[in-house]
């Protein structure tokens, strides 16, 4: 365990304004894995017919569970920035259920971490979405 | 042979205007990212309003990598909206009434979404863009950038394939 980094990215992820405004909660955060829980919100609905949330918002979810499990990875010294992100959207989320996304650092070099991540609702059999992210490394100097 | 007479513009444009209104207004996540979209004819330019919430890192600061994800998947499902729905708002078959009650076509919905992070983006206002490149009976692809001060030097572009909403 490195507690001292988790500490740092609870405390760095958690001051995100972003963050806040979706209210993502961590649940996990070490050894290059990260869970975020983002509740649901009427705020992010983006099909008012239905009450599904919009896939932007996923996308925030994604890209901050891919960028935390990056900060916490062991052979990164530093904070990240996302290089590319990919999402496949694979049904709906359910209204009124929150979406949690897993990210897992799966390889890291001296440059560049690569990520895959998935998120649910209530059904974790079905998930909702997949993604797979590259995430810059700070090396130490 | 004589011609209808065309319609004043200020009915045209108010058909218009009403028309993106009932599209983009209507959507919870839109006005949570503040995004609003600017009309010349046919060519909509998406505007993400800064707000402190936007931000990611407040060290640098810069917008979250996310936001401005969500910001280019925005202006991708609007624009190919807007572009299904051209024809109907100039033709007429879709009245003011109409689109004030809320008669539209479903949404869209995003298959996947692909993002390229070019810069990092600043505290400020940014806009975007998106062109439809392919528009079929079921799927569709659409092409987006981002960009704030200088339009030369995008913060990102995303590419997305979208499944069209049955018809009726």
């Given at each position: 365990?490195?507690?001292?980094?988790?500490?740092?990215?609870?405390?760095?992820?958690?001051?995100?304004?972003?963050?806040?405004?979706?209210?993502?909660?961590?649940?996990?955060?070490?050894?290059?894995?990260?869970?975020?829980?983002?509740?649901?919100?009427?705020?992010?609905?983006?099909n008012?017919?239905?009450?599904?949330?919009?896939?932007?918002?996923?996308?925030?979810?994604?890209?901050?569970?891919?960028?935390?499990?990056?900060?916490?990875?062991?052979?990164?010294?530093?904070?990240?920035?996302?290089?590319?992100?990919?999402?496949?959207y694979?049904?709906?989320?359910?209204?009124?259920?929150?979406?949690?996304?897993?990210?897992?650092?799966?390889?890291?070099?001296?440059?560049?971490?690569?990520?895959?991540?998935?998120?649910?609702?209530?059904?974790?059999?079905?998930?909702?979405?997949?993604?797979?992210?590259?995430?810059?490394?700070?090396?130490?100097? | 042979?004589?011609?209808?007479?065309?319609?004043?513009?200020?009915?045209?444009?108010?058909?218009?205007?009403?028309?993106?209104?009932?599209l983009?207004?209507?959507?919870?996540?839109?006005?949570?990212?503040?995004?609003?979209?600017?009309?010349?004819?046919d060519?909509?330019?998406?505007?993400?309003?800064?707000?402190?919430?936007?931000?990611?890192?407040?060290?640098?600061?810069?917008?979250?990598?996310?936001?401005?994800?969500?910001?280019?998947?925005?202006?991708s499902i609007i624009c190919l909206s807007w572009a299904l729905l051209w024809e109907d708002v100039e033709s007429?078959a879709l009245?003011?009434?109409?689109?004030?009650?809320?008669?539209l076509p479903r949404l869209p919905k995003t298959i996947d979404f692909?993002?390229?992070?070019?810069?990092?983006?600043?505290?400020?206002?940014?806009?975007?863009?998106a062109q439809v490149t392919r528009s079929g009976r079921r799927y569709a692809s659409v092409r987006?950038?981002?960009?704030?001060?200088?339009?030369?030097?995008?913060?990102?572009?995303?590419n997305a394939h979208l499944l069209m909403a049955p018809e009726g």
């Amino acid at each position: 365990m490195t507690t001292d980094k988790t500490d740092f990215a609870l405390s760095f992820m958690s001051a995100l304004p972003q963050a806040q405004a979706l209210g993502l909660e961590i649940l996990e955060l070490a050894d290059g894995v990260a869970v975020i829980r983002m509740p649901y919100s009427e705020d992010l609905v983006g099909n008012p017919d239905t009450g599904v949330i919009h896939g932007g918002a996923v996308s925030t979810l994604m890209d901050t569970c891919g960028g935390a499990a990056t900060i916490v990875h062991p052979d990164n010294a530093g904070g990240t920035a996302t290089i590319g992100l990919r999402i496949d959207y694979l049904r709906a989320a359910t209204p009124g259920q929150a979406v949690t996304a897993r990210a897992e650092c799966h390889h890291i070099t001296r440059a560049i971490a690569f990520v895959r991540a998935t998120a649910h609702d209530d059904d974790p059999d079905r998930p909702v979405a997949t993604a797979t992210g590259t995430f810059t490394v700070e090396t130490l100097a | 042979m004589t011609r209808p007479a065309p319609e004043p513009m200020q009915v045209v444009k108010l058909r218009r205007d009403t028309a993106l209104a009932a599209l983009a207004g209507r959507v919870p996540y839109i006005r949570f990212l503040n995004i609003t979209f600017d009309r010349r004819g046919d060519e909509l330019t998406g505007v993400m309003h800064f707000d402190e919430k936007l931000i990611g890192n407040p060290q640098l600061p810069a917008l979250h990598g996310g936001v401005t994800a969500a910001f280019l998947e925005v202006t991708s499902i609007i624009c190919l909206s807007w572009a299904l729905l051209w024809e109907d708002v100039e033709s007429g078959a879709l009245s003011r009434g109409d689109l004030e009650r809320g008669a539209l076509p479903r949404l869209p919905k995003t298959i996947d979404f692909s993002v390229d992070y070019l810069r990092a983006g600043l505290p400020r206002d940014a806009y975007a863009r998106a062109q439809v490149t392919r528009s079929g009976r079921r799927y569709a692809s659409v092409r987006a950038e981002a960009w704030q001060d200088n339009h030369a030097r995008p913060i990102a572009t995303s590419n997305a394939h979208l499944l069209m909403a049955p018809e009726g």
